[in-house]
């Protein structure tokens, strides 16, 4: 999954939001906890949208930060399905911000996080096929 950061997203745009003072460190800088927070949300988005129910996060499998979030940077987060199973689902995530809102992106972080489906009442679900 190691691209090149400088080449262009890969996915869908699933969500987009600004990176705001609360969210930093001592140094300034956004917590790695808050992009990946980010990220397991808009993961959440694109497996909910393709099983049709509730998911929930059981890993991840990979994680790279490659640059800093700093406070301002709309950090925009693609993703992209990696690998469907019986009942889990694989998704392919990179986080890219925008800078002092120009059109300008630079990706800061990308990962992999796996779903499983659940039906209403928390047990493994199957995925439907498409």
Known sequence: MMENPMSEPQGQLTI???????????????F??????????A?????????KGRVVTVAVEAM????????????????????????????ALEAWVRRQQLD????????RFIYVSLDENGQKRVIPKV
């Open 104 to 111: 300008d992106r630079k990706k800061v972080t990308e990962g």
């Open 64 to 91: 790279t930060f490659i640059a800093p979030v700093k406070v301002g940077d709309v950090l925009c987060v693609y993703t992209r399905i990696e690998r469907i199973g019986s009942t889990s689902i694989t998704i």
């Open 32 to 41: 790695g906890g808050w992009v990946m927070s980010q990220m397991d949300i």
């Open 43 to 51: 993961g959440a988005i694109a497996a909910v949208e393709r099983v």
């Open 16 to 30: 987009r939001t600004l990176a705001m003072p609360a969210d930093t460190n001592a140094a300034g800088d956004i």
